[in-house]
């Protein structure tokens, strides 16, 4: 598989809720680099970090779009979040069932057939906004 491939399979399984799918994706030693927070490192923190987001968020990502380098080991990922903040998240407000709507973008690297970085961003006052008001 073709490292778009890859990193499309990787979103799809995301919207699917495929957790194990995703983990299979991506090298055993993951960087994963979030919009605010510590770097992680390999899969068992990584697949930690998507049991604490499928605890607090229901999101579904709408309006993907892919672009690659020449070499293919680079691909950006544009898309929407469409979610519902269902269980507090520390240091975040409270949560009651919010629904946002947040534009994002990640940034991945792809070696030997797997992601080995996945680096995200979004605007965090917005969404902060978007969940308080």
């Known amino acids: 598989m073709q490292s778009l491939e890859i990193v499309k399979q990787y979103y799809a399984s995301f919207n699917q ?3 194990a799918g995703m983990i299979a994706l991506v090298d055993p030693e993951i960087r994963h680099e979030v919009n605010q927070g510590e770097v992680r490192i ?8 998507l049991q ?20 293919g080991e680079r691909i950006a990922a544009e898309f929407v979040v ?3 903040y269902k269980k507090g998240d520390e240091g975040m ?24 970085r996945v680096t995200t961003y979004y605007n965090l006052p917005l969404w902060l906004e978007l969940v308080s008001g």
């Open 42 to 49: 390999g899969q068992e923190l990584y697949a930690q970090f």
């Open 93 to 116: 407000p409270p949560a009651h069932g919010q629904s946002y709507v947040l534009p994002a973008g990640a940034f991945l690297e792809v070696k030997n057939g797997k992601i080995c």
């Open 82 to 84: 469409h979610g519902i």
């Open 17 to 19: 809720k495929d957790w």
């Open 52 to 71: 604490q987001m499928d605890d607090s968020y229901e999101e579904t990502l709408r309006d993907l779009v892919f672009m690659s380098n020449e070499t």
